[in-house]
C-alpha cells in the first residue's frame, strides 16, 4: 500500500470512529433505513447507516471483526471490475506515482507542490486526489 500509516493506527483510529459512531448516533442497516424511506415511515434519530465502497480486504478483516464486536450493522459495495482487475483504482496509481516519483516538486494548480519528503509527497498526493475527485464530481 502507498502512504501507509504507522502499525496499527489505523486500526485503531476506526475503533475509535465506530465507538463514537455507537455511542452518539443509532447505526441502523441501510436495507431498513431505505426501506423506512421508501415507506414513508422516520428513521431514529441521529440514525446512520455505516458503508464501505473500496471492498478493500481489509473491510472485512480489520473493520468485520470490530463491527460483530460493537454490534454494528455495515455494507460493504463492491467494484466487480476491481476485484477481477480489469480496471486498477486510479487513486491507488496516483499514488503510487507520487510514491515513486523522482521530481522533487511537480505543477499543480498554478503552482510548486514539493516531493522532498514521505510527508510532502503524502500531502502532494492528497491536495491533487482531492482535487480530482471534485474535478470527476465525486465526493468519497
Known amino acids: 500500500a502507498c502512504f501507509p500509516s504507522a502499525p496499527g493506527a489505523g486500526s485503531r483510529g476506526l475503533l475509535q470512529q465506530f465507538k463514537a459512531l455507537r455511542k452518539a448516533a443509532n447505526v441502523v442497516p441501510i436495507e431498513d433505513a431505505l426501506q423506512r424511506m421508501v415507506d414513508g415511515a422516520p428513521l431514529p434519530p441521529r440514525a446512520v447507516a455505516i ?13 468485520g471483526p470490530m463491527l460483530r464486536e460493537l454490534g454494528l450493522p455495515a ?55 482531492a482535487d480530482l475527485k471534485v474535478m470527476n464530481g465525486s465526493s468519497d
Open 51 to 63: 458503508t464501505f465502497d473500496d471492498g478493500y480486504r481489509d473491510n472485512l478483516t480489520v473493520a
Open 75 to 129: 455494507t460493504c459495495f463492491l467494484v466487480p471490475e476491481l476485484l477481477s482487475r480489469e480496471v486498477t483504482p486510479w487513486w491507488e496509481e496516483l499514488a503510487s506515482a507520487f510514491q515513486h516519483a523522482r521530481a522533487t516538486s511537480v505543477g499543480w494548480a498554478e503552482q510548486r507542490v514539493p516531493l522532498g519528503s514521505p510527508d510532502e509527497r503524502r500531502a502532494a498526493f492528497k491536495t491533487v486526489a
